[in-house]
């Protein structure tokens, strides 16, 4: 990790600053950005509009990062673009101490200006103010929530972890969040009045009421709507369609149209993989990448009000860097049998260590370090009202699907 505007600037430079002339959507938070990112970008191509959609990690193939309205980048346009970018690095004698997001980022850009797209969102990949994606001024800003994740890096008080989030804050732009500590909010208040940014909160200037699961309704400044369907499962993802919403209704007012039909249509439509994705196998499987403990309670109390099922399968790999005693204590108590496993990636904490910390909640736990055949093993113990669960890291989950689409099982 190489943190700093520096690199990305110079990479830009190198392209002809095409940065400058995309109007965009900047999205940070801990969780849910992905998922208000796809949200937006549904309803908005609904609309009709052209939309970029930047995102991290990918699952199974880079190309799900850089999307146009749907679309994956097709493979002969990355490989393309990083030709070009690389001889413009050569060409312009750029030092390479970029890093691989700082690479992407640049890549994402370039190739949503040459797309002419009418709006990019962009998920902020890690912190914010640091953060490569942090180069752009956008119509709107938005900041999900703030919880701990990445404390070796952004801190490891909220108070740190919310002034990083915050430094994606641009002066005049408005700010929508779903944030609900008073100590975050107070953070983000100080920062949009430094900057004059208007400020928007989840709970006090727009509002979502669950109506029945999937379905909410929605009070803004001046929309009004009535019992949207959503097409991601879980309750939590009422939350995150209220936040798309705010983000939205601060978006129309710079000028984009954003019709009710479309807003309809856009969130029953919706598709976000590995965040709570129930596939239709036999036994059923959910991919749930809760990489953090805030997100680790999310999926507890998913399973615990929202699934029925007899036995519970848990298969379970998680970066080294993350709170891994407090995800594994959240989740592993649910479990009938969780197998341990390690996705392929320099980060990912030993399977063993996971083991050895779910046998104080887990009467049995079994060690099989390979993601995909983890969740064999688990297919083949499982009955058909059993529930197979993969999580603890989106990283894990990828693995989860590349071997089930490798098998045909999707």
């Not at 914010?128 to 919880?147: A, E, K, W, Y």
């Not at 009045?193 to 009070?219: M, Y």
């Amino acid at each position: 990790m190489v943190f700093g505007l520096e690199n990305i600037t110079l990479l830009l430079r190198a392209l002809g600053d095409p940065h400058r002339d995309l109007k965009v959507i900047h999205v940070g938070g801990t969780n849910g950005k992905g998922s208000v990112s796809a949200m937006m970008a549904s309803i908005l191509q609904e609309e009709g509009h052209r939309v970029g959609l930047y995102t991290s990690p990918h699952l199974v193939s880079f190309t799900e990062r850089i999307q146009i309205n749907g679309a994956e980048i097709p493979w002969e346009e990355v490989v393309k673009l990083t030709e070009l970018l690389r001889k413009r690095v050569e060409e312009e004698d750029i030092p390479q101490r970029f890093t691989f997001f700082d690479f992407t980022t640049a890549l994402a850009l370039y190739y949503f200006f040459l797309r002419e797209v009418e709006v990019a969102i962009l998920e902020v990949g890690l912190g914010g103010r640091l953060d490569s994606t942090n180069v752009v001024h956008p119509l709107i800003t938005v900041i999900t929530n703030v919880s701990r994740d990445h404390l070796q890096i952004l801190g490891e008080g909220i108070e740190d972890i919310a002034g990083e989030k915050a430094g994606i804050v641009k002066h005049g732009t408005p700010l929508i969040s779903g944030a609900a500590q008073p100590e975050v909010i107070r953070i983000l208040e100080q920062e949009c009045e430094k900057k004059e940014a208007p400020l928007r909160l989840l709970g006090r200037d727009f509002w979502g009421e669950r109506i029945a699961s999937g379905a909410l309704n929605f009070q803004g400044s001046t929309w009004r709507l009535a019992d949207i369907r959503l097409g991601l499962a879980g309750s939590f993802q009422i939350e995150n369609a209220t936040v798309a919403l705010g983000a939205l209704e601060a978006l129309e007012e710079t000028g984009y149209r954003v019709e009710k039909e479309s807003i309809y249509q856009g969130l029953a439509k919706v598709c976000w993989p590995g965040r709570l994705e129930l596939l239709p196998t036999s036994p059923q499987i959910l991919l749930d990448g809760a990489h953090n403990p805030a997100a680790a309670r999310v999926l507890k109390a998913c399973l615990e009000e929202e699934f029925d099922y007899r036995r519970l399968y848990m298969v379970m790999g998680v970066m080294e860097d993350k709170e891994v005693s407090v995800i594994v204590s959240e989740l592993a108590p649910l479990a009938d049998m969780l197998i341990a496993s390690s996705p392929h990636n320099p980060r990912a904490l030993s399977a063993w260590r996971i083991a050895e910390i779910a046998q104080n909640y887990c009467k049995e736990v079994t060690v099989i370090e390979d993601v995909g055949q983890g969740v064999a093993s688990a297919r083949e113990k499982a009955q058909e009202d059993d529930l197979i669960v993969v999580t603890g890291s989106l990283y894990t989950v990828g693995e989860a699907r590349d071997f089930l689409l490798s098998k045909g099982k999707l």
